[in-house]
């Protein structure tokens, strides 16, 4: 079965920063893609950033240059380094698995709150 564990989430001031990470239980294909979403209240839920299995990244707009995804050296965890806070990035923080192989599955974590007082 296969479970993600978030952690990191809490409250910082705008301009700090703040790490999160997502554990990974569970055997899985090595092709695939983790990364974050995250929901603020009324709003739909968005692209933070991916990483793939290869290392390649992608980031929305948003948080280009502010926020850095990384994976660990066992492929199992991924980490979303977040600097330059903004009020605008408070939201729950969803860790995301996309697998491939033999099919394509998408599995989430629970979500973390991260919260930015202005």
């Known amino acids: 079965q296969v479970q993600l564990v978030e952690s990191g989430g809490g409250l910082v001031q705008a301009g700090g920063s703040l790490r999160l990470s997502c554990a990974l239980s569970?055997?899985?294909?090595?092709?695939?893609?983790m990364g974050w979403y995250r929901q603020a209240p009324g709003n739909q839920r968005e692209l933070v950033a991916t990483?793939?299995?290869?290392?390649?990244?992608n980031y929305s707009d948003s948080v280009k240059g502010r926020f850095t995804i990384s994976r660990g050296n066992a492929k199992n965890t991924v980490f979303l380094q977040m600097n330059s806070l903004k009020a605008e990035d408070t939201a729950v923080y969803y860790c995301?698995?996309?697998?491939?192989?033999?099919?394509?599955?998408?599995?989430w974590g629970q979500g973390t709150q991260v919260t930015v007082s202005s």
């Open positions: 990483i793939t299995s290869s290392n390649t990244t």
């Open positions: 995301h698995l996309q697998v491939w192989l033999p099919y394509i599955r998408t599995y």
């Open positions: 569970g055997s899985i294909s090595t092709a695939n893609s």
